[in-house]
């Protein structure tokens, strides 16, 4: 097997950095990786942590090869990722991305590039995530007996795709106007979670800078799939509010398994995971005390 170039993305946050690389370095496979580091240049000029993490990176061992791009001007996540992903994509054919807050298990890398090599040339698969959520947020039914599933939704965090895949992504929502004017599509597209219609017009209306929505957008229109496993590889330490587009959320923290290698093989769509993932993204209920009270009047006497 030919493994997959790591493409790991960098700015201003030294100790999350540290933290992400130090755990690829564990990963098996690491040692015959090539790492690409993309740090993207200061909104300011002499940013401190900017340089810090540039001198960090300077410092990294453990990989098959470690090869650094410093943009001198800030481009921001979402084209960084759009640049970075195509350069290194297209001389490899596939990639595997992080990002400066993504904490690795032991086999996410094993996990990322047999699942890249078995799910190649299966035209159902958009891409593969090493994240998905814990049991007390998204329920797996018992008696589901694999280690993968099937999503709606790309997972960026920790995730990978392949060339065509790639390059068959419509940046620009060239369609966009019809989509705004179409309710069954945008329904059609929230089957991954209700909020993601609404995200996808916030990117373009310039209010959030996101490619993955964007992605996402593609992978629906192709009417593909994301892989996920059904226990997270990764987790993610920049839910401290130290990222540009990140927050504390209780319901988005994992704890990793390092012991656990998820076997990959040939899956179908499974209706109650795909209900259950949805879920994760529903609005809570909003209850007036005169609608809760009618609710348990019908219960009790009809």
Request: glycine content about 6%; some cysteine.
């Amino acid at each position: 097997m030919t493994l997959a170039p790591i493409v790991l993305f960098v700015y201003n946050r030294p100790w999350h950095t540290q933290q992400t690389v130090e755990a690829l370095q564990k990963n098996d496979w690491a040692a015959e990786s090539d790492l690409f580091i993309f740090a993207d240049g200061a909104k300011t000029e002499n940013d401190e942590k900017v340089n810090e993490v540039r001198k960090y990176i300077k410092t990294i061992t453990g990989f098959k090869s470690i090869t650094i791009f410093e943009k001198e001007k800030n481009c921001g996540l979402a084209n960084s990722v759009i640049a970075g992903v195509a350069e290194i994509i297209n001389k490899f054919g596939k990639v595997i991305v992080v990002e400066d807050d993504i904490v690795t298990s032991k086999y996410f890398l094993k996990f990322m590039n047999e699942a890249l090599n078995f799910f190649e040339n299966d035209e159902r698969i958009f891409s593969v995530s090493g994240y998905t959520y814990h049991a007390k947020t998204m329920e797996i039914p018992r008696n589901y007996k694999h280690d993968i599933y099937l999503s709606y939704r790309h997972g960026s965090w920790g995730w990978g795709t392949w060339k065509d895949r790639w390059e068959s992504v419509d940046w620009d929502i060239t369609d966009f106007k019809e989509f705004c004017k179409n309710p069954k599509l945008q329904n059609a597209f929230n089957r991954g979670g209700a909020d993601m219609s609404n995200m996808l017009k916030a990117q373009m209306e310039g209010k959030i800078d996101s490619w993955a929505i964007r992605f996402d957008y593609s992978l629906f229109k192709q009417n593909k799939f994301n892989i996920r496993p059904v226990k997270s590889l990764v987790t993610n330490v920049g839910l401290d509010n130290s990222g540009t587009h990140t927050g504390a959320d209780e319901k988005l923290i994992t704890i990793l398994d390092d012991s656990w290698k998820p076997k990959i093989e040939t899956i179908e769509p499974n209706k109650a995971i795909l209900k259950n993932f949805r879920k994760v993204f529903d609005p809570p209920p909003r209850y007036s005390l005169k609608r809760f009270i009618g609710k348990v009047l019908k219960r009790f006497f009809h």
